[in-house]
């Protein structure tokens, strides 16, 4: 496959191309797409994948982990809260630092602070119920919630928990051209229907001659709703694995 691609294509480009799914995603006319995301996002099974991950990984001493299209930071401090929550300290540090990109970079610095805001209101509270609980009322091991003027409710993530993640602006198409392939974690979740089909094929054929076997690729609900995402991994050599979304490089 010949593969023709810009490295500079900008937020702005990116976000105006129109899909089946984003055309009906239009934000006040602005032509920008959502970046919508909350903590524990509901599509994958963070405490069931963290134990998955656990053992899949039981023999490496290092796992490779990258966050695509990581918003505000929210879904990358969710998985480092799920690994150590389930795993612990010890056990969680090989899947440490996680390298999280998005295309947007005001998003990504709001990430670098830590400062992350929560669900407007009234869905503030889903926000702080669905920490609380999934933390086992923990949660202040990680965090800490605040009001700030202007921004509103957001949660701190404290320095121990924030060094984990480390945050770059990039786009997919060409980050994967920088990941390691043994031993890794893609999580590319509500992502893959940003992408116009050829681009789509790129990424999914890029990703299957990258990943070796044994390495794993995350979706989302909606790319799995509104991108060609499975088909298109199954053609590049992923099979499903029993933990929804969640996909194998098979050879
Ligand atoms: C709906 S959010 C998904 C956030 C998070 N992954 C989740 O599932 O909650 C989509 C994000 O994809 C980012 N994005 C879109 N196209 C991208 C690309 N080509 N490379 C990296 N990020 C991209 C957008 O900037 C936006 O922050």
Redesign the pocket.
Known sequence: MNITLSPT?S?TQ??QKTTAFTSNFRLNGTGQ??????FY?G?LKWRSFAKYLHRHFADADKVNVY??????G??PFTLVMSLISKLGQKKAQKFFPIEA????KY?VNEAKTGQIPLLPEPYTIVDILRLKLKNMFLEHKFLEYKKIRKIGDVVQINDKTRKHVKFDV????T?VDEMKGENAVV?????WM??NEY?QEI?AFKLGKKLKKDSVVVL?K?DIQSSKAVELLHKNGFEETYIDNVFEKMK
Not at 33 to 38: A, I, M, S
Not at 67 to 72: I, K, M, Q, R
Not at 101 to 104: A, I, P, Q
Request: aromatic fraction near 14%; include cysteine.
């Open positions: 294509l937020y990116n976000s797409r959502p970046n919508f995301t909350y996002r599509d966050n695509a299209a990581c918003s505000d929210t879904e990109f998005d295309l947007n998003l990039g786009n997919v198409l980050k999580m590319s979740r509500n992502m940003y992408l681009e990424l989302g909606y």
